[in-house]
């Protein structure tokens, strides 16, 4: 069974820095989809990233980035110039490709930002 | 566009009653939606996976006969915890995913469950 592992529970970072959020994954299928989804004190589940598993190039969305290694099964998410409104929790999570195309959570990273 | 609902945001029941959560997708067709579980600062659990007109999939572990899903139309699924019991009082979360951007699911607020 596909496993998502987020290894840090909480991190902090000061405002306006770079914070990099851990995941790794474990998966027989070569096509996948990966998601980092922000889920702020209100518990609604916002969409941050997504890539494609087939797409060598990470994907990017304004400040935020991914490092997708596909042979190491890992998949980092950076935040650049981080604001007050980045603190959340954020969680990794894994895509089935075919069925009903579930989702698999990982355990969560809480982030702070520091002012 | 992509708007997911749910009612209510938060119910109080008695221990033994029974109690309705809805989820609708307010402005898309969606093919299958999706129920989620989570406690205090734990990550979401998927409890069951439904399709429209047909019977829930339910996850490992998850009780079929006490949380009973619905999903009548492509517009909205119902789960239902019967018998309720403390152990039951948790954030329940539905997501729907549509038809045209298949890869991505769409996430309701949430509805906090409270069973005194």
């Known amino acids: 069974a596909q496993t998502v592992t987020q290894s840090q529970p909480e991190m902090s970072v000061q405002e306006a820095e770079t914070v990099t959020l851990s995941c790794t994954y474990d998966?027989?299928?070569?096509?996948?989809?990966l998601f980092w989804y922000k889920q702020p004190p209100s518990r609604q589940m916002i969409l941050v990233i997504r890539q494609e598993a087939y797409k060598q190039q990470n994907a990017t969305e304004n400040r935020f980035s991914v490092n997708f290694q596909k042979a190491a099964k890992s998949f980092s998410l950076k935040i650049s110039d981080s604001q007050l409104g980045d603190a959340a929790m954020y969680f990794c999570?894994?895509?089935?490709?075919?069925?009903?195309?579930?989702?698999?959570f990982g355990t969560g990273t809480r982030l702070k930002v520091l002012a | 566009g992509a708007v997911v609902s749910q009612h209510p945001s938060w119910v109080i029941c008695k221990s033994g009653t029974s109690v309705k959560i809805e989820c609708r997708s307010l402005d898309f067709q969606a093919t299958t939606m999706f129920w989620y579980r989570q406690f205090p600062k734990q990550s979401l659990m998927l409890m069951a996976t439904s399709n429209e007109g047909s019977k829930a999939t339910y996850e490992q572990g998850v009780e079929k006969d006490k949380f009973l899903i619905n999903h009548a139309s492509l517009t909205l699924s119902t789960l239902t915890v019967t018998s309720a019991h403390p152990e039951d009082s948790s954030f329940y979360i539905c997501?729907?995913?549509?038809?045209?951007?298949?890869?991505?699911?769409?996430f309701g607020p949430g509805t906090r469950l409270t069973v005194t």
């Open positions: 997501s729907a995913r549509g038809t045209v951007s298949s890869y991505e699911q769409y």
């Open positions: 999570a894994y895509r089935y490709t075919s069925g009903t195309y579930k989702y698999i």
């Open positions: 998966t027989s299928e070569s096509d996948y989809y």
